[in-house]
């Protein structure tokens, strides 16, 4: 071929390799798009997977069997909504109750964190403790069926053992009880007499009771009044700070100087005669009424994973103040007293720690020191 034909030739190749490239990247970006299109999504996959499957013995049976999966399936997607109020990053309480329209995605990341090396069954009490707080948080009873569904057919003689573990992780974090209505139905109830069910606000929402024990207790251990500073400090180790939204509790200033005073819950005082002005912290009318010292120490005792006789001093003055209350009820024929039970240590994994754990015999004296630092 004459040179100059060649130079012609290189040319007009040069020229089509863009063209071939860029037409073979929209081929490829075609092709991506219509297998996206062709690929259900992962409730779908679910569902065609477990119809799919060669099925042995009575159709009665299989047909029984893929809609457990299919039910699971929803409900594992509806628990996994409960992130929406848990996670960081997402919208407070406070925020999410002026919108009760609002659907929460049940794609976000998921509240209950596998951990590595963890087996099926220690993923269930996390699975029910998303479906839990969810129910709770839309205000939708809980059902037993449901849970069974998560928990999946194989477990279901664990079932007891397995809701117990998820109640007792809700219990140490938000202070509120799981209680069985009947043989199908349980509720959530918040440890004191919070508007709302606890949530102290109208509307949605999770419940502000286990910030309010902490805050009681927090009291308590500091000779039955404690220092604004010291609480903030406090509040702190719980990444809680005044002036800073928090996911559950909205504005915390708001909530303890303004609504818990209001509702009677905490006393907020100025110190006298202090300059600059400084505040202080009790116990309010309706927190002496609603609840104890011994009752706000077995609390803390469980979210630090023991029991209340390790902090003896503490457990003394709770107990000095239980025999006066007997003694007051005896005197006004309030009728029999009730036995002081000390509640077994309990697994304390919380979603995120009300108090930070040491390593020493004594936690909740370290965190007092911490506090008390300037």
Known sequence: MPRRHKSKFKAHERRRQPRGEAQGCEDAQAKAAAEAESTPSSAAQCEDTTQSVPTTGSSGASQRRRRRARAAAAAAAAAAAATSAAVPGTKSDEESSN?????????????????PGEDS???????????????????????????LKIIGPDYEERFPEILKKAAERIEIVFAVDLQEIDSTRYDLVSKLKLPNNGRVRAGRGLPKTGLLMNILGMIFMKGNCAAEEDIWKFL???????????????????????????LQYL????????????????????????????????????????????????????????????????????????RVLIPSSVMARSIFPPLLRSEGSNPLDKILQRCSKN
């Open 99 to 115: 919108q009760d329209g609002e659907r929460v995605s049940p794609y976000e990341a998921p509240f209950y964190v596998e951990g």
């Open 121 to 147: 069954l220690s993923r269930k009490p996390g699975l029910l403790e998303q479906y839990l707080l969810y129910k709770y948080k839309m205000k939708q009873p809980i059902l037993k069926e449901d849970m």
């Open 236 to 262: 702190g180790l719980m990444r809680v700070y005044p002036g800073r939204k928090h996911f559950i509790y909205g504005e915390p200033r708001k909530l303890i100087t303004k609504d818990l005073v209001r």
């Open 267 to 338: 006393e907020y005082r100025q110190v006298a005669n202090s300059d600059p002005p400084r505040h202080e912290f009790l116990w309010g009318p309706n927190a002496l009424a609603e609840t104890t010292k011994m009752k706000v120490l077995q609390f803390l005792s469980k979210v630090n994973d023991t029991i209340p006789t390790a902090f003896p001093s503490y457990y003394e003055e709770a107990l000095r103040e239980e025999e006066e209350r007997a003694q007051a009820r005896g005197a006004t024929g309030g009728g029999p007293t009730a």
